[in-house]
């Protein structure tokens, strides 16, 4: 089914750049893409296969920011092997059963539209704050900028080791974004940039943050969960239980990631994030940490602004131009559950596998290095 993507309006948003007439993405289906239909109706499962690398995801388009074509390179060393005792994966049977329910596809013909690489480079304007060691929060709220700036300075108040307990929880309310496969410049109509397949959606980009923090000594809770598939409302709703029922499980976790991807359109044509990092093309990421205006219940909405300047600030540190500015605006995306609680879009549905892979390991090197410097190891 082609989408016509209209013009679009900058608005403050989950990064988004809100689409008039039509999603930039379209909403989840019910029917089983790449199944064949007498498989659909008998009900049979499809053999599982061992799922390879991670990537993410998040409902929203972002805004179209004023990018530039200046793509910064950073060289860095090579990381540790991850220690597999310090990951924790969870995943219900449901959803290792629906795994293969909906099959990554994406043509390759241009019959959808345009895909353009764009960095997105420091922004001008009032809204737009720059943090005292790197990257920007872009401002969406009552809090004026001098007071914003000195919030960001605050260091966040968590309990934070880096001998195997369990610190960081992982997990995916919309867990079936996807991207594209290669780089051709076009998509298909037919792509729906969703996928089932956890080597090929957002658990793969969870997989590779969980990685890099297990190569630091940082236990890491990895929920696997498919909450947007089959149905997709109400994702929020599911992914809040399983944040619940994991906090309880693992009372050490201090720091909760939703791993999304954003959704980035101009019209029909789709805007790539990219930067490159030791001589190879990543997704760029942007931290979104909502605020309270009295009404939302999240009285503690400021520690996780804290662990967002903190984040990236560290990121823009290590790999200079990987960040776009943190979207600190009035949502709520679960952030109530815990005080470290951020939401991260790695890239576009415009972006490669491989490039939203190696931006997951990125962030995972990042905050490991800000865990390491909260929990007092590090310089």
Sequence with gaps: MRIRLKTAAMLCGTGTLLLTGRYAVPLMQHTQIGVPAAVQASGTV????????????????????????SVPVVHAENQPA??????????????????????????????????????????????????????????CTFWNSSDLLKESKIAPALDLKT????????????????????????????CIFRTTEPDKNMVMVG???????????????????????????????????????????????????????????????VVAPVCTINGKQSAQIMIISGCDKGNMGMPNYRENFHLAS???????????????????????????????????????????LEEARYAGELVGRSLSETIRKLSGEGD
Excluded at 51 to 63: G, I, L
Excluded at 120 to 133: H, M, R, V, Y
């Design 46 to 69: 499809l053999p599982q296969q061992a799922p390879s690398a991670p990537v993410p995801a998040e409902d929203t388009s972002a805004d179209v920011q004023s990018g530039t074509d």
């Design 82 to 139: 991850p220690n597999l005792s310090n990951i924790i994966n969870i995943e219900s049977d449901g959803s290792q059963a629906m795994h293969y329910a909906r099959l990554y596809s994406c043509p390759d013909t241009d019959s959808g539209g345009k895909i353009i690489d764009r960095h997105f480079s420091a922004q001008k304007g009032p809204q737009f704050i720059n943090l005292q060691n790197g990257g920007q929060v872009r401002n």
């Design 163 to 190: 001998d195997g307990t369990p610190m960081v929880l992982i997990y995916h309310t919309h867990t079936t974004e996807s991207f594209v496969e290669k780089k051709t410049g076009a998509y298909d109509a037919s």
């Design 207 to 269: 997989d590779a943050i969980a990685e890099q923090l297990s190569a630091a000594g940082i236990g890491v809770v990895h929920a696997r969960e498919l909450h947007d598939y089959p149905v997709w409302s109400g994702a929020y709703g599911n992914s809040a239980k399983t944040i619940k029922s994991i906090l309880k499980q693992y009372p050490s976790i201090c720091i909760a990631l939703d791993i999304h991807r954003d959704a980035i359109a101009d019209g029909s044509t």
């Design 310 to 352: 903190a984040l990236q600030q560290t990121a823009e540190g290590l790999f200079p131009g990987f960040t776009r500015p943190i979207l600190f605006d009035y949502r709520k995306y679960n952030q109530d559950l815990t005080n470290g609680s951020l939401l991260i879009e790695v890239g576009s549905q415009g972006n490669t």
